[in-house]
């Protein structure tokens, strides 16, 4: 029997996406860890084969009955996603503490340990976006989700655990399967709703006299790269080497660029509104993003990521219309 896949987030947005590739290359001795609540999240679990999911709390228990000691890898996914959660307690429970017990849990196993940083830890930007060991420390988050990403990076680097562990900072990603996380939900997915209802897009105002309305810049990374990234490192050997890694384009774009692709891709002429950002956004905004590449190079990953107006296109041609 082939080794099994863990997947925690296995039911979320790139979780699903993971899952999915994972299927189309043959693999489908896959254990999902994830909660799917009272919303419509299961549905992303359509299609998809599997062997088993768990609740991540009946996961440990799990682990420690000594199942699940023979996996392959344990792709770690699953976390509080929302940079306007409020509850430091529980983020810290279920984004650093967590972590830090499936991390520990893989190396003393000797089971390939993936798991999701952001590219939230990198705040305003004032430090920039390397994602060299050295700037790590530095880093000042905007809110709590951020931080709680940004406090197992430094534990895990404290400890030299990246020679084997990957961490992969994720930016801006965008694609099918997220319309479950409401207002988390890229900005695309959100303009292709407005385009549909109200045929326009609205977009926040600048507060910053550098930058236009419309323009302020982020690194946009479609789905299937970051689903690529993650299974490059995933799919090594446990003792393969490891490393905190940008997973983004390389290249900021505006968010005019991604209102006009959105409009392109239905076939429309755009219309674009600006409308004031909520009060309580305003200090914890990012006006620009873009990732380093270098180090993701360097690691092994070679691959072209898809430009923004064909991933907008591929996501809507074939999730939407």
């Known amino acids: 029997m082939a ?6 987030g296995g039911a979320g947005f790139i979780g699903r996406n993971v899952v999915a590739e994972l299927n189309r290359r043959g693999e489908d001795e896959i254990v999902i860890v994830d909660e799917l609540g009272k919303d419509d999240k299961w549905k992303n679990l359509g ?24 996996a392959r890898s344990l792709i770690h996914l699953g976390a509080c996603s929302a940079t306007t959660e409020k ?3 529980f983020l810290l429970r279920n984004n650093y503490q967590y972590t830090r017990v499936l991390c520990n849990w893989s190396l003393e196993h000797e089971v390939r340990f993936v798991y999701a940083s952001s590219g939230a830890t990198y705040g305003d930007g004032a430090e920039g976006y ?12 905007l809110n ?4 709680s990403k940004q406090i197992f990076d430094l534990w895990a680097l404290k400890h030299g655990l990246f020679a084997n562990i990957v961490g992969l900072k994720y930016f801006n990603v965008f694609g099918p399967f997220e319309d479950h996380k409401g207002d988390m939900r890229s900005v695309i997915s959100k303009s292709y709703e407005q385009i549909r209802h109200i045929h326009r897009v609205h977009l926040f105002k600048s507060y910053k006299p550098e930058y236009r309305d419309g323009e302020q810049m982020r690194d946009f990374v479609y789905v299937k790269d970051a689903v690529d990234v993650t299974l490059h490192f995933a799919l090594q050997d446990a003792d393969a080497p490891g490393g905190l890694l940008n997973v983004g384009t390389g290249k900021a774009r505006t968010w005019l660029d991604l209102a006009k692709a959105t409009f392109a891709a239905m076939g429309l002429e755009p219309k674009i509104d600006f409308i004031e950002m909520p009060e309580h956004l305003q200090g914890k905004y990012q006006y620009f993003t873009q990732a380093t590449v270098e180090k993701l190079r360097a690691a092994g990953y070679t691959k072209g990521f898809t430009s923004l107006e064909d991933g907008v296109r591929d996501y809507i041609a074939t999730h939407y219309l």
């Open 3 to 8: 080794r099994p896949i863990v997947v925690t």
């Open 47 to 70: 299609g998809l084969r599997y062997e088993d999911i768990v609740s991540p709390e009946e996961f440990l228990g799990l682990l420690e009955e000594g199942q699940f000691a023979d």
């Open 87 to 89: 509850d430091a307690d």
């Open 130 to 141: 390397d994602d060299d060991d050295a700037v790590t420390p530095t880093l000042k988050p």
């Open 144 to 147: 709590m989700y951020g931080y």
